[in-house]
């Protein structure tokens, strides 16, 4: 599986969108790229993936570039319950061994 | 559905004391596993199942056990603790192992600390 590459941390104001970026220049055509979050030590939290196109959950969108070699997690209206560690993860098709980074650390401020 | 759910949520053992870590989930789910996660790092994979009497080594095997006798339950077996192995433990599981439609449910996590 690819490798990601994530900046370590991110603040963002209560109520604005929150942009985190991923890279994935390696990333091949049949990788998923997924994110997941973790909430102060809870277990993982499945968010959103992707393949090609853009998608949109009631949590997040995802927005994957052309190449495919970077993508952006959007959260529109950022809460300070989403304050956690972002995952960005590229998975081939048959998978579920997930490979995690360091992640970046979302703060979100009032 | 109570989800995936994990036994004990903290334990302290002493170096070279056994025990078993469990895990249950109550979703039908095919595919389950173990990741270890150490303070400041993201998580490592130790061991996994894709079915009842199926199970495989992931990043970090070795001093662990694991069967899979039932689709529910997948026991982590400790089998001589190390001080290395203090670090808290993730049970995870997914129906299937398809990355186009599954996704994998984390249980709350066991805190082990070995002395």
């Known amino acids: 599986d690819a490798k990601t590459t994530q900046p370590p941390s991110m603040d963002c104001a209560e109520g604005r969108a929150a942009n985190l970026p991923c890279n994935h220049s390696?990333?091949?055509?049949?990788?998923?790229v997924y994110w997941y979050r973790q909430i102060h030590s809870q277990g993982p939290q499945y968010i959103i993936h992707?393949?090609?196109n853009n998608e949109t959950n009631e949590m997040a969108s995802l927005i994957i570039t052309e190449d495919r070699k970077s993508s952006t997690l959007i959260l529109p209206h950022a809460t300070l319950r989403d304050t956690a560690v972002y995952y960005c993860?590229?998975?081939?098709?048959?998978?579920?061994?997930?490979?995690f980074g360091a992640g970046t650390i979302l703060r979100v401020k009032s | 559905n109570a989800g995936v759910t994990q036994t004990p949520k903290f334990q302290v053992l002493k170096t070279g004391q056994s025990m078993t870590l469990q895990c249950a989930q109550d979703m039908n789910h095919e595919y389950m596993s173990w990741y270890r996660q150490d303070p400041g790092m993201g998580l490592r994979l130790i061991h996994y199942?894709?079915?009842?009497?199926?199970?495989d080594q992931g990043e970090v095997p070795n001093g662990y056990n694991v069967s899979r006798s039932t689709t529910e339950d997948f026991p982590l077996r400790l089998l001589s603790a190390a001080p290395s192995q203090t670090s808290v433990y993730f049970c995870?599981?997914?129906?299937?192992?398809?990355?186009?439609?599954?996704?994998?449910?984390f249980g709350p996590g066991t805190r082990l600390t070995v002395l």
């Open positions: 993860i590229v998975q081939g098709f048959y998978g579920n061994k997930l490979v």
């Open positions: 995870a599981s997914s129906y299937s192992i398809r990355s186009d439609t599954d996704t994998q449910y």
């Open positions: 390696t990333i091949s055509g049949n990788e998923y």
């Open positions: 199942s894709v079915g009842a009497g199926i199970t």
């Open positions: 992707g393949l090609k």
